[in-house]
């Protein structure tokens, strides 16, 4: 059984930099499409970031042009860089992996790692 832990959390002042990391308990493993998600109190979580397969990227509008998504495939282990950062990307942040295990393509998700954007 994979797990995924997130680490680089934290309080962050408005304006400031954070960089979460999310690696999987086995190594080598193959990734095939990840994906950050983002939950505040009294909301669903809300899709980030993505980086599919082949490299393509998507990001939610709030956080477009601030955050960067990234993978490495060698450490098991997705990124997220967050430049400039707002009290509203204030929340858990959740990574999500399609990792090739057990001959099929399965989904794994992290416990969620609290980022809080605050002076």
């Known amino acids: 059984q994979v797990q995924l832990a997130e680490s680089g959390g934290g309080l962050v002042q408005p304006g400031g930099s954070a960089r979460l990391s999310c690696t999987a308990s086995?190594?080598?493993?193959?990734?095939?499409?990840v994906k950050w998600y983002r939950q505040v109190p009294g909301k669903q979580r809300g899709l980030v970031a993505s980086?599919?397969?082949?490299?393509?990227?998507t990001y939610s509008n709030s956080v477009k042009g601030r955050f960067t998504i990234s993978r490495n495939h060698t450490k098991s282990s997705l990124e997220l860089q967050m430049n400039n950062l707002k009290p509203e990307d204030t929340g858990v942040y959740y990574c999500?992996?399609?990792?090739?295990?057990?001959?099929?393509?399965?989904?794994?998700w992290g416990k969620g790692i609290q980022v809080t954007v605050s002076a």
């Open positions: 980086l599919t397969g082949r490299d393509r990227t």
């Open positions: 086995i190594n080598p493993i193959v990734i095939n499409n």
């Open positions: 999500n992996m399609e990792i090739w295990t057990r001959g099929n393509w399965e989904e794994y």
